[in-house]
């Protein structure tokens, strides 16, 4: 069975910052790895798609890379905002399971402050 | 553009009582999916559809049932509640019909909170 952990599990940093969030996962047979921001109370956003073919995908301020055959992800947030603070939630589509189903991490909580 | 829409938003029920979460997306898309999240557990998919008329199981399908009359909607039921089904319930959507079916993004609702006492 597919696992995915995120680490660190909660992180708190100042307005400006670069930082990365990383996602592991244990079967490298996948179609996509998908990253998603979970604002308090509200359901999840899809930020990013990484289809396995692709090594990163890059909208605005985010950038995430995939390397499959080590089973990791790395979420990349340039020049953080307060905004941004959320739990951001990577998920990993397995081949090997139904189609559509993903396996979640248990996401990284951000809290950026001004 | 509504999205995904859950209904209700917050329920509590006591144990043995039944209720159905509505789920309806706008998008047009084929697959549609329920999931529970939980502390410390993660999303876990309960019941999923890849089309209208059609339901599967996921990961944790015990206590509930689902049934996918029309395409843009997606009902989860629970018969007779009991205190380990509190949680938060959310629903997705997936797939247009266009692109590949497996390189697709999936569309959240905003969840529904449920307490069963």
């Known amino acids: 069975k597919q696992e995915v952990t995120q680490i660190p599990a909660a992180l708190s940093v100042p307005e400006g910052e670069n930082l990365v969030l990383n996602c592991s996962f244990t079967d490298s047979a996948i179609y996509n790895l998908q990253w998603f921001r979970q604002d308090p109370g509200k359901g999840l956003t899809s930020l990013l798609l990484i289809q396995s073919s692709q090594r990163e995908q890059t909208s605005g301020r985010l950038n995430a890379s995939l390397d499959k055959s080590s089973g990791r992800s790395t979420l990349y947030i340039a020049a953080s905002q307060p905004g941004d603070s959320a739990t951001y939630l990577c998920?990993?589509?397995?081949?090997?399971?139904?189609?559509?189903?993903?396996?979640f991490g248990r996401g990284t909580q951000l809290t950026v402050w001004p | 553009n509504a999205g995904v829409t859950q209904t209700p938003k917050f329920r509590v029920l006591k144990t043995g009582q039944s209720m159905t979460l509505l789920c309806a997306q706008d998008m047009n898309h084929e697959y549609m999916y329920w999931y529970r999240q939980d502390p410390g557990m993660g999303l876990r998919l309960i019941h999923y559809?890849?089309?209208?008329?059609?339901?599967a199981k996921g990961e944790v399908p015990d206590g509930y049932n689902v049934s996918r009359l029309k395409k843009q909607n997606f009902l989860l039921g629970l018969e007779s509640a009991a205190p380990s089904q509190t949680s938060v319930y959310f629903c997705a959507s997936s797939y247009p019909r266009q692109g590949a079916a497996w390189n697709q993004p999936q569309h959240f609702g905003d969840g529904t909170r449920l307490s069963i006492l």
């Open positions: 559809s890849v089309g209208e008329g059609t339901t």
């Open positions: 998920a990993a589509h397995d081949r090997g399971s139904t189609l559509g189903r993903l396996y």
